[in-house]
T-cell receptor, first 113, second 110 residues
């Protein structure tokens, strides 16, 4: 089966600019996650979707981050405006049953300068 | 609450064994283990559920002690391909997203 697709692979922006990341999960996977991974650390959850509904966005910095999963398939994560500390790899993952093994995408490496 | 992994780093020669531990201050429903190689996405290794049995295949296995809220990953007769950073991810309830530890870096040399 095709894996989790993410784009772009890399992005460099200046602080205060906006950026958007796209994710297409494995077909049929109802649960989709966005994680932020800062260099040398474990992934940190930003938001969890079940179909097109939000299950957990308690750690999403809502003053600058937003995410949507229209139609319960692909998803977009946006940052506006970006800060230097947002430099990280943004990982999208999906799972077929809530709580089972996650399949991660290759991630988007964001550098804010 | 982020789970705590130990050790932070392990250096092995091919054929040696290693144990990586993961502990939580909260009751756990599930523990996942993932391996991430440099510049790549984490790859799922296995899941252990509350009330489940020890899991594993061939040379990689794991245990889950619900009472102690701990899990251990056992790597036997390590191979070069085992090198990478190992993360445990813990779930407190069915359906909640995983909280990942800071990782344990494993380096295997010939």
């Amino acid at each position: 089966e095709a894996g989790v697709a993410q784009s772009p692979r890399y992005k460099i922006i200046e602080k205060r600019q906006s950026v958007a990341f796209w994710c297409n999960p494995i077909s049929g996977h109802a649960t989709l996650y966005w994680y932020q991974q800062i260099l040398g650390q474990g992934p940190k959850l930003l938001i969890q979707f079940q179909n097109n509904g939000v299950v957990d966005d308690s750690q999403l910095p809502k003053d600058r981050f937003s995410a949507e999963r229209l139609k319960g398939v692909d998803s977009t994560l946006k940052i506006q405006p970006a800060k230097l500390e947002d430099s990280a790899v943004y990982l999208c993952a999906s799972s077929s049953i809530q709580g089972w093994g996650y399949t991660f995408g290759s991630g988007t490496r964001l550098t804010v300068v | 609450q982020q789970p705590v992994q130990s050790p932070q780093a392990v250096i092995l020669r091919e054929g040696e064994d290693a144990v990586i531990n993961c502990s939580s201050s909260k009751a756990l429903y599930s523990v996942h283990w993932y391996r991430q190689k440099h510049g790549e996405a984490p790859v799922f290794l296995m899941i252990l559920l509350k009330g489940g049995e020890q899991k594993g295949h061939e040379k990689i296995s794991a245990s889950f002690n619900e009472k102690k809220q701990q899990s251990s990953l056992y790597l036997t007769a390590s191979q070069l391909s085992y090198s990478g950073t190992y993360f445990c991810g813990t779930g407190n309830q069915a359906g909640t997203a995983l909280i990942f530890g800071k990782g344990t870096t494993l380096s295997v040399s010939s």
